[in-house]
């Protein structure tokens, strides 16, 4: 198995080909919970902020490799972090891309991505994101989410892409708290169902979680290209 992800890996940096000194876009990385929303998802065996930090560690370390800043929301795995100051920690990195990191608790398996369809209201009254703000959105979701289930290759199912307000906070505020106050283009993924069997016994493995590692990589990379950066 670690020979494989190696071998990827080194196939991404090959892959990379870009000129010297050409500086790479920054992602900032969100892996989600604990939040004021709770602390996510659980299996049996595996907690939605266990498999989410562990995916972002590898992600990060991957784009890393090929030259990109990567920014996390959290310094650890149990580190508290609101969602307003997670897109607030986007938009001070200027970030190209904002990517959170989920599991699922629903009634079907595989992998799910999000965007902000329309602006949404907080708590406190906060509207957004803007219009150019849901507009990247939108843009990058699908190319984003088809690479993703490519590189997958049937290792997850597809649950396709949907807007925020497809989610439980989404359909109250109109967006979820991360995209309401982001200045950056925002995705939310659904990496798995975690409370299907089928799904968490992939998450339990090595293996899966370096090939949800890989397919994220090559997602970012292809909403990057999708939006010329």
Partial sequence: MFRRFAATVTALLIAASVAVGQAKPTICLDPGHPSEVGRGASGKKLTEIEVAWKVALKVKALLRSEGYRVVLTKSSQNEFVANRRRAEIANEAKAALMLRLHLDAAPKRGFATYYPG?????????????????????AIAGPFHREVIRSLRGGLPDRGVHTDAKTAVGARQGALTGSIFSQVPVLLVEMATITIPEDEKFLLTPDGLDRLAVALVRGIKKALAEAGK
Avoid: I
């Fill in 118 to 138: 329309k602006p949404g209201k907080a708590k406190d009254g906060t509207v957004g994101p803007s219009r150019t703000v849901l507009a990247q959105s939108k």
